[in-house]
């Protein structure tokens, strides 16, 4: 403590000033730095020029009362002390003077050196003390607010003490209402709100889908704190994680299913090819050289379809394919073509195949060479799960908004609806055992969904196990010259 005092006393009477001044005086070891006001206005004009430790003011100032001045202090927030004197010691005065903001309350006919020391000490230290109080108070409230999460305190009785903006922020999420009356608020009622028990830590989901975690620690008082952390993002993550984690195991799972598969499809034709080679070379009779050499050219082209569809998707995932759009004039010699490529299959299996064009289409824009590789892959898998003497469809036709529809429809084995997503996905067949019924690496579809993206054009698959599967593209209207009589024809792409 200092050893001068700045003392304001506001006082009316001159004669009580010169009593409290040599009461004032007489305290040993102490430096006086006195200043006597005798009215209500120069003593507020003191305390708001500021610099004092204690303030002395008497219960009557003029017009005013010692207790409106308390009243005064108090309410421009000045953290002086005050210390009310009065000619009469009255314990209504007393607590009045208390309720206004004073640190003390002396009688003056009691006055002294003594007692004027001790309540001026102890009511700096005090000040002192409740300032550093308040110092805390407020770091410890805007520690608090800024946390991050949502903290809340109950006492013994389960009661809300405390909370943070946060926390009044989440449960506003659930009741709007329920934390304006935080008198009336415990630990029961809040677990009542969020309809479950409160536990060390439990999950809570909002009503606007937000994930929250509360977690709940007892104090040794008997009370709790419930704090209240935002882990949306933290499970949004935690599921992308484990998504990726996930599609990375199917992915390497389905290439090793892929490698098993290719190796055995790679294989039953080379067997073929090296067979019949061996009897050709063998010189018997047994067989006809030219059957030989059919079987040796079927497996052939089997074995190079395998490998052209392994490296068209290579070259696909590297970003090396390039889409050379022209104009296609010849609809009906691309899908003629097409349906060349796989009429030994379709011949194998007794499957016919049909395809109409619309007449409205006069030309399609587009890479001539992935257009074709899309029929052949969807006209390849058509024919290979359709019945014995099954049908197969092609069919372009204009739709209404300009764009236009390729569908390849057969009347097979069909697929489950609940299963079309997967057969898009690369090394992925439906059955991927050795001895499934259906050949095939898995990369049909997924070729003919990259080439379809490289025209801006969509995929999508209608099927139902034992009725047969469509697969529509949808080219966009830029890529579709339709005849139309309002208009006159643009031919450039």
């Given at each position: 403590?200092?050893?001068?005092?700045s003392?304001?006393l506001?006082?009316?009477?001159e004669?009580?000033?010169l009593?409290?001044?040599?009461f004032?005086?007489?305290?040993?070891?102490?430096?006086?730095?006195?200043?006597?006001v005798d009215?209500?206005?120069e003593?507020?004009?003191l305390i708001?020029a500021g610099g004092l430790?204690?303030?002395?003011?008497d219960?009557r100032?003029?017009?005013?009362?010692g207790?409106?001045f308390?009243?005064?202090?108090?309410?421009?927030?000045?953290?002086i002390?005050?210390?009310?004197?009065?000619?009469?010691?009255?314990?209504?005065i007393d607590?009045?003077?208390?309720?206004?903001g004073?640190?003390d309350f002396?009688?003056?006919?009691?006055?002294?050196?003594t007692?004027?020391?001790?309540?001026i000490r102890?009511?700096?230290?005090?000040?002192?003390?409740?300032?550093a109080?308040a110092?805390?108070?407020?770091?410890l409230?805007?520690?608090?607010?800024?946390?991050?999460?949502?903290?809340?305190?109950?006492?013994?009785?389960?009661?809300?003490t405390?909370?943070?903006?946060?926390f009044d922020?989440?449960i506003?999420r659930?009741?709007?209402n329920?934390?304006?009356?935080k008198?009336?608020?415990?630990?029961e009622?809040?677990?009542?709100?969020?309809?479950?028990?409160?536990?060390?830590?439990?999950?809570?989901?909002c009503?606007?889908?937000?994930?929250?975690?509360?977690?709940l620690?007892?104090?040794?008082?008997g009370?709790?704190v419930?704090?209240?952390l935002?882990i949306?993002e933290?499970?949004?993550?935690?599921?992308?994680m484990?998504?990726a984690?996930?599609?990375?195991?199917a992915?390497?799972?389905?290439?090793?299913?892929?490698?098993?598969?290719?190796?055995?499809?790679?294989?039953?034709p080379?067997?073929?090819?090296i067979?019949y080679?061996?009897?050709?070379?063998?010189?018997?009779?047994?067989?006809n050289p030219?059957?030989?050499?059919?079987?040796?050219?079927?497996?052939?082209?089997h074995?190079?379809?395998?490998?052209?569809?392994?490296?068209?998707?290579?070259?696909?995932?590297s970003g090396?394919?390039?889409c050379?759009r022209?104009?296609i004039?010849?609809i009906d010699?691309?899908?003629?073509?097409?349906?060349?490529?796989?009429?030994?299959?379709?011949?194998r299996?007794?499957v016919?195949?049909e395809?109409?064009i619309d007449?409205?289409?006069?030309?399609?824009?587009?890479d001539?060479?992935g257009?074709?590789?899309?029929?052949?892959?969807l006209?390849?898998n058509a024919?290979?799960?359709?019945?014995e003497?099954?049908?197969?469809?092609?069919?372009?036709y204009?739709?209404?908004?300009?764009?236009?529809?390729?569908?390849?429809?057969d009347h097979g084995?069909?697929?489950?609806?609940?299963?079309?997503d997967?057969?898009?996905v690369?090394?992925?067949?439906?059955?991927?055992?050795l001895?499934r019924?259906h050949?095939?690496t898995g990369?049909?579809?997924?070729?003919?969904?990259?080439v379809?993206?490289h025209h801006?054009?969509?995929?999508?698959?209608?099927?139902?196990?034992?009725?047969?599967?469509?697969?529509?593209?949808?080219?966009?209207?830029?890529?579709v010259?339709?005849?139309?009589p309002?208009?006159?024809?643009v031919a450039?792409?």
């Open positions: 403590m200092a050893d001068e005092w003392i304001l506001v006082e009316d009477d004669d009580d000033y009593i409290t001044r040599e004032l005086e007489e305290i040993p070891g102490r430096k006086l730095n006195l200043h006597w009215n209500y206005e003593g507020m004009a708001d430790d204690i303030c002395l003011v219960y100032i003029g017009g005013h009362t207790l409106e308390l009243a005064g202090v108090k309410a421009k927030g000045t953290q002390p005050m210390v009310l004197l009065t000619g009469v010691g009255q314990r209504d607590v009045a003077a208390t309720e206004a004073a640190a002396l009688d003056k006919s009691e006055l002294s050196s007692t004027l020391d001790r309540t102890y009511a700096i230290a005090n000040a002192a003390s409740m300032k109080l110092e805390k108070t407020g770091f409230e805007t520690t608090l607010e800024n946390t991050g999460a949502g903290i809340a305190a109950f006492d013994a009785s389960r009661k809300l405390m909370s943070n903006h946060l922020f989440f506003d659930f009741d709007s329920f934390i304006k009356n008198a009336d608020i415990t630990l009622k809040i677990a009542a709100l969020l309809d479950l028990e409160l536990s060390q830590t439990v999950s809570v989901v009503p606007d889908g937000h994930i929250f975690e509360l977690r620690n007892t104090v040794p008082s009370g709790a419930v704090f209240v935002d949306t933290q499970k949004a993550l935690e599921e992308t484990i998504q984690r996930n599609d990375a195991q992915a390497s799972r389905a290439k090793s299913a892929f490698l098993s598969n290719i190796s055995h499809e790679l294989r039953t080379l067997h073929s090819i067979g080679s061996d009897l050709i070379l063998s010189g018997t009779d047994a067989l030219k059957d030989c050499a059919g079987q040796i050219h079927e497996s052939g082209t074995l190079l379809s395998l490998i052209e569809d392994v490296l068209s998707y290579s070259k696909l995932e090396e394919y390039s050379n022209e104009r004039f010849e010699g691309l899908i003629k073509a097409s349906i060349a490529k796989v009429a030994s299959a379709a011949s299996r007794n016919t195949i395809f109409t007449p409205q289409i006069i030309s399609l824009f587009g001539q060479m257009l074709r590789q899309i029929l052949t892959n006209l390849s024919i290979e799960f359709s019945y003497g099954g049908s197969v469809e092609v069919t372009l204009a739709l209404e908004n300009g764009s236009a529809s390729l569908c390849v429809r084995v069909g697929m489950d609806p609940e299963k079309v997967r057969a898009f690369p090394f992925v067949q439906l059955d991927d055992s001895d019924s050949e095939g990369l049909g579809l997924p070729i003919v969904k990259s379809a993206r801006n054009a969509n995929v999508s698959i209608e099927t139902m196990i034992g009725e047969g599967t469509a697969v529509f593209i949808t080219l966009p209207p830029l890529s010259d339709i005849h139309s309002d208009r006159e024809q450039t792409p």
